[in-house]
């Protein structure tokens, strides 16, 4: 494991110093013949600060070094003509749909994979989020460009994701019972948007019956669900530059 | 050379080919995620009579009305209503029918024992005098149309020999009774 910057400097100064400062004369020679080389083989000012008993020699590169971090982040938005993620449904009905689409942004690094998990906030999760057979499921497909709503066609190319008809429960991580999903991998540039088409629906299998407006035990019916889509991706692969 | 000597040189050899800088490698990641909730809320498909009981059934010339409500929040195509009759015969008739716009297909409310001009009577179910525990047979689906809050003004009576016939009335609505199912591009 490398050590952090900071200490293993702090540790190649502490050893300079004793061996610059060694009792031993040759050790001091040699140390200080090192600096020396050391800053001819970089091509930095070298300027000698005392005379001989105590020689020092110090190597400092003139012109600052730039170094700079990338940011990694994700912004997501609606895609034109699109309500995106403030998309609602107030009635929904066993085999309705819902379409809508979100584009989703990196910052200036690049990154990879796109993972999807859901958190619903609702005072208690419903079945709409936590039942397999009868809540809801999700389908998200990549457009090669923004989606075209609310036609709700791709001119470009599309993409699926693993996110096919997939349960919104099994991604529902606020019940534990979900888990992030892996909608694509592969890299993402940096300050790219990737477009997505979400399709939310309630299952046409329900077979609920109702007599006399009296519902049945673990009802589907009359249930909401607040949903917090999460999209998140990691950073590209660190790379080695020889500058 | 001595030990310390050498030590010292070594030492300086280390440091002279010692040029790379550590970089801390964590894993860093980035999310969004949408500050406002998504609202997603189900649908419900119910029908309740105003009646559920009709003791005794009126005769022919007569007839008990009662409604049939969609007290759901999803509009229906369809639904079923069941009768259990007991105090009959196999020869009584008892039907439960209502009279529909023959424009708007919607309810109307009866003229007296009869369907007003315009509309057409339309039976929901037929059951014999008698037919406790089993059931009548259930209707088959038909048309109704009947939007949340809607009303079918429905009508029982029986026919034959008289008789003093109990009726318990049922409204079933299924999933597939409700409204054809629509996609919405937002």
Redesign the interface.
């Known amino acids: 494991m490398k050590l952090p910057t900071t200490l293993m400097k702090q540790k190649r100064e502490k050893m300079l110093k004793g061996l610059m400062t060694s009792t031993n004369l040759v050790t001091r020679t040699v140390a200080q013949v090192a600096i020396v080389a050391m800053a001819g083989t970089v091509g930095v000012t070298v300027a000698s600060t005392a005379a001989s008993a105590n020689l020092d020699a110090v190597a400092t590169n003139t012109t600052p070094q730039t170094i700079q971090s990338g940011t990694l982040s994700l912004i997501t938005a609606a895609n034109a003509g699109s309500s995106g993620f403030t998309s609602t449904v107030s009635s929904m009905a066993p085999g309705d749909t819902l379409n809508y689409a979100v584009g989703v942004t990196t910052g200036t690094m690049a990154a990879q994979n796109f993972y999807l998990s859901i958190n619903d906030t609702a005072t208690a999760s419903t079945l709409l989020t936590t039942s397999a057979t009868k809540g809801l499921t999700v389908t998200v497909v990549q457009c090669s460009v923004a989606w075209a709503m609310p036609a709700g066609t791709c001119s470009g190319t599309t993409t699926a994701t693993t996110a096919l008809n997939t349960t919104v429960s099994s991604i529902n991580t606020t019940t534990g019972g979900g888990a992030e999903l892996t909608m694509f991998t592969g890299s993402v540039p940096a300050s790219t948007t990737t477009y997505l088409k979400f399709t939310l629906t309630l299952p046409s299998s329900i077979a609920e019956t109702v007599t006399n407006g009296t519902l049945p035990g673990g009802t589907i019916q009359g249930l909401t669900a607040s949903i917090n889509w999460k999209i998140r991706t990691t950073q590209r692969n660190a790379s080695v530059t020889n500058g | 050379?001595?030990r310390?000597?050498k030590r010292?040189?070594a030492?300086?050899?280390v440091?002279?080919n010692?040029c790379g800088?550590?970089?801390?490698?964590a894993?860093?990641?980035?999310?969004?995620?949408?500050v406002?909730?998504?609202?997603?809320?189900?649908?419900?498909?119910?029908?309740?009579?105003s009646l559920?009981s009709i003791s005794p059934v009126l005769k022919s010339t007569s007839g008990t009305n009662f409604n049939i409500t969609n007290?759901?929040?999803?509009a229906l195509k369809s639904l079923t209503v069941k009768q259990v009759t007991t105090g009959g015969v196999a020869a009584n008739t008892v039907t439960i029918d209502y009279c529909r716009s023959n424009t708007t297909s919607a309810s109307v409310a009866w003229s007296g024992n009869a369907c007003p001009a315009g509309s057409t009577k339309v039976n929901l179910n037929t059951a014999t005098g008698s037919n406790s525990p089993a059931g009548s047979s259930l209707a088959t689906s038909f048309t109704v149309n009947l939007a949340a809050n809607g009303v079918i003004q429905a009508r029982c009576q029986y026919s034959g020999a008289t008789n003093t016939i109990t009726d318990t009335i049922?409204?079933?609505?299924?999933?597939t009774d409700?409204?054809t199912?629509?996609?919405?591009?937002?």
Request: aromatic share 2%; glycine share 10%; hydrophobic share 45%.
């Open positions: 050379m001595s310390g000597t010292g040189a030492v300086v050899v440091i002279l010692c800088l550590a970089l801390a490698n894993a860093n990641i980035g999310t969004a995620t949408n406002t909730p998504q609202s997603i809320v189900s649908g419900s498909w119910k029908g309740v009579p559920t007290t759901g929040t999803l049922s409204v079933i609505v299924a999933a409700v409204r199912s629509t996609i919405t591009n937002a």
